[in-house]
């Protein structure tokens, strides 16, 4: 158990519909990071908070938002959702920038 | 921008088989390296990782790596792989630039490995 929450594990969903995924990092974890997995895309960095602010962006497309709020949890926003979107999404934290990182289990998105 | 580059995609190899997986980052400054592991259906772990220091690092399950900082290089090795070591590894880079730091995965090698 790495110590990092990610919800729902499973969500199945429509096209055009948006979703959110939850993350709570490690006690202790000031940094919070999204990738995306998909078979053809391989892992793709998405964004990165820091005690609240955005630290960097990756490949998140402008349908995709996330925050992370005072209590250093993370949410990831997904909306008008197609058919590639489907993949999953895990979150990762870290105690320094630059240190290890620490991954959820992934919230496994299906859009149908 | 710095790229991490593993050039075995797939890498198929009989049990008590040595395994080197090749990474490759271009970046001429200041880096941290991990290499990550990811067991089918599971989340990504990590193996070992190097900040500094001996340039020989070893991690969990008998993995080791070895950065060559003239090479721009930090390969994983395993004298002898088990058939549980199947699994797809990733190597992983922290640049560092002024007060940004940028973290940086390779595209992953997935390792099979026969009984």
């Known amino acids: 158990d790495s110590g990092v929450t990610q919800t729902p594990k499973h969500l199945i969903t429509a096209t055009g519909q948006r979703v959110t995924l939850r993350c709570s990092p490690r006690s202790g974890d000031l940094s919070v990071y999204w990738y995306q997995q998909s078979l053809d895309q391989g892992l793709q960095f998405l964004i990165q908070y820091y005690n609240g602010e955005e630290r960097a962006k990756g490949n998140i497309l402008e349908r995709f938002s996330a925050q992370q709020f005072p209590d250093l949890h993370s949410e990831l926003n997904l909306s008008s959702l197609e058919l590639g979107d489907s993949a999953l999404y895990f979150c990762a934290s870290s105690h320094l920038e630059a240190g290890e990182l620490f991954f959820g289990e992934g919230s496994r998105l299906t859009v149908l | 921008a710095q790229s991490v580059s593993q050039h075995n995609h797939h890498v198929i190899l009989s049990e008590a088989a040595s395994l080197e997986l090749g990474c490759n980052y271009s970046y001429g400054g200041t880096v941290n390296l991990f290499w990550y592991v990811q067991y089918p259906g599971q989340h990504l772990q990590l193996l070992l990782k190097y900040f500094s220091g001996d340039p020989l690092v070893k991690g969990i399950k008998g993995f080791e790596a070895e950065f060559i900082k003239s090479k721009f290089s930090f390969n994983l090795r395993k004298p002898s792989v088990q058939w549980s070591d199947t699994a797809e590894y990733f190597c992983?880079?922290?640049?560092?630039?002024?007060?940004?730091?940028?973290?940086?995965f390779g595209s992953g090698t997935q390792l099979t490995v026969l009984p």
């Open positions: 992983a880079v922290t640049t560092f630039s002024g007060s940004a730091r940028q973290l940086t």
